[in-house]
């Protein structure tokens, strides 16, 4: 059964730092990770999506990466803003049988000013 | 169409009633799926749909929850005769096909209070 980890479960950092949130996964046959970002009271909103014959994927001043042998992924976020501030969820869709997503119980993101 | 829809927002109900989910999915997108989000749970996987393909209902947690999608659009999540342990936020996804490159975008999500 697939078991998907995200560290640390929660991260204050002050404006302006860069930092790393770390995924991991027990099972490396995924066919896709994805990382999402869910504000308080909201759904989830997709940041980034890699393939599993992909190494990273960039969106502005997010970057993630992908080692499916090790089973692990870290979304880096440069230059942090208030506006970072959410939950960051990890989730991992596997690479036969069942086709929805396995999900992480995410880093919360607080980004002081 | 501009995204994955659900209502109602919120939903408070009586144990023991049951409740109907709506979840409205991006046009054209043929994959859906429901989530269920608790406190202590994190996100857990109900139901998919893929065009006119079988369900895969493996994620449901009892006979009581079953789901719907009529005209390969529009979904029902119905719970009957909930209980407390219900409560929970519930969220619906679509994406373009399932063969694995495409996203998947979630609606706003249902939050079910069952007193």
């Known amino acids: 059964k697939q078991e998907v980890t995200q560290i640390p479960a929660a991260l204050s950092v002050p404006e302006g730092e860069n930092l790393v949130l770390n995924c991991s996964f027990t099972?490396?046959?995924?066919?896709?990770l994805q990382w999402f970002r869910q504000d308080p009271g909201k759904g989830l909103t997709s940041l980034l999506l890699?393939?599993?014959?992909?190494r990273e994927q960039t969106s502005g001043r997010l970057n993630a990466s992908l080692d499916k042998s090790s089973g692990r992924s870290t979304l880096y976020i440069a230059a942090s803003q208030p506006g970072d501030s959410a939950t960051y969820l990890c989730?991992?869709?596997?690479?036969?049988?069942?086709?929805?997503?396995?999900f992480g119980s995410g880093t919360r993101l607080q980004v002081q000013p | 169409g501009a995204g994955v829809s659900q209502s109602p927002s919120n939903k408070v109900t009586e144990k023991g009633k049951d409740v109907e989910l709506r979840c409205d999915p991006i046009s054209g997108h043929t994959a859906l799926y429901w989530y269920r989000q608790s406190l202590g749970q994190g996100l857990e996987f109900l139901i998919y749909?893929?065009?006119?393909?079988?369900?895969?209902k493996s994620g449901l947690p009892s006979d009581r929850f079953s789901a719907e999608r009529t005209g390969g659009s529009v979904s029902t999540l119905t719970i009957q005769r909930t209980q407390q342990e219900d409560s929970a936020v519930y969220l619906c996804a679509s994406s373009l096909d399932s063969s694995g490159t495409e996203t998947q975008y979630f609606g706003p999500g249902t939050r079910l209070l069952v007193l």
């Open positions: 749909f893929q065009g006119n393909s079988a369900p895969d």
């Open positions: 989730a991992v869709r596997p690479g036969t049988g069942r086709r929805a997503l396995t």
């Open positions: 099972d490396s046959a995924i066919y896709n």
């Open positions: 890699i393939q599993s014959s992909q």
